[in-house]
């Protein structure tokens, strides 16, 4: 159980252009959702953290506006890379905090999108 | 100074060693700890997890919290080369919901 789905698990695309990173929690509802970035043989970075049908809060550094969050429903949240740019490359991953006992300690993890801006 | 710190490594032990990883913390309010493991451009999952001080076994692995001195640690009997990966050390308090994780210790097992 406790299963997390994201997708695409890889994306190219062309400066400029907006990307949209989806996360899904396949058998379990999850109210809250962490948006997470993670660079080469480093920890992961906490962007933001989406609760359902409210505003996502960001952590501090990261452009709101730019990492477009959207937890429209218990199970799929979505981060939106928009007008995305080289540096913007970068592994997202996201976690969601199923609503039992386990979701005190752990957050299941979706497998990652490796982003590659060009 | 950081919240959680953790040795990055890299660790190298030959096959069969016991592995022993550690993190150390400064907020004393950390309740809940948890050890992740991440295999290269894989998303991190969860092998271990305490509440509060303790030990805690499961199979191979071993789990440890003092929370007198703010330290965990994770002990890895009879090391196989599938161990290989980065191991994150993470805790978070009660009232939070924030996971604040270690930077990672990257391990490999020798053949």
């Known amino acids: 159980g406790a299963v997390v789905s994201q997708h695409p698990s890889w994306v190219i695309c062309k400066s400029g252009t907006s990307v949209k990173i989806e996360c899904r929690s396949l058998d379990f509802q999850a109210t809250t959702m962490f948006w997470y970035r993670q660079f080469p043989k480093q920890s992961l970075m906490l962007m933001a953290t989406?609760?359902?049908?409210?505003?996502?809060?960001?952590e501090q550094g990261v452009e709101k506006d730019k990492f477009l969050i959207n937890h429209a429903s218990l199970t799929l949240s979505t981060l939106t890379v928009t007008s995305a740019h080289p540096e913007d490359s970068s592994f997202y991953i996201c976690?969601?905090?199923?609503?039992?006992?386990?979701?005190?300690?752990?957050?299941?993890f979706g497998s990652g999108t490796r982003l590659t801006v060009v | 100074q950081k919240e959680v710190e953790q040795d990055p490594g890299p660790l190298s032990v030959p096959e069969g060693a016991i592995v022993s990883l550690n993190c150390t913390y400064s907020?004393?309010?950390?309740?809940?700890f948890m050890w992740y493991r991440q295999y290269s451009r894989k998303g991190p999952e969860l092998l271990m997890y305490t509440y509060s001080s303790g030990n805690k076994e499961d199979g191979r692995f071993t789990a440890q919290v003092d929370k007198s001195s703010k330290y965990i640690s994770l002990f890895i009997r009879d090391s196989q080369p599938s161990d290989s990966a980065t191991y994150l050390c993470?805790?978070?308090?009660?009232?939070?919901?924030?996971?604040?994780f270690g930077s990672g210790t990257r391990l490999s097992i020798r053949p």
């Open positions: 993470a805790m978070r308090s009660s009232s939070a919901s924030k996971i604040i």
């Open positions: 976690s969601a905090r199923p609503g039992t006992d386990l979701g005190d300690y752990g957050y299941t």
């Open positions: 907020n004393s309010a950390f309740q809940y």
């Open positions: 989406s609760n359902e049908g409210s505003k996502a809060t960001y």
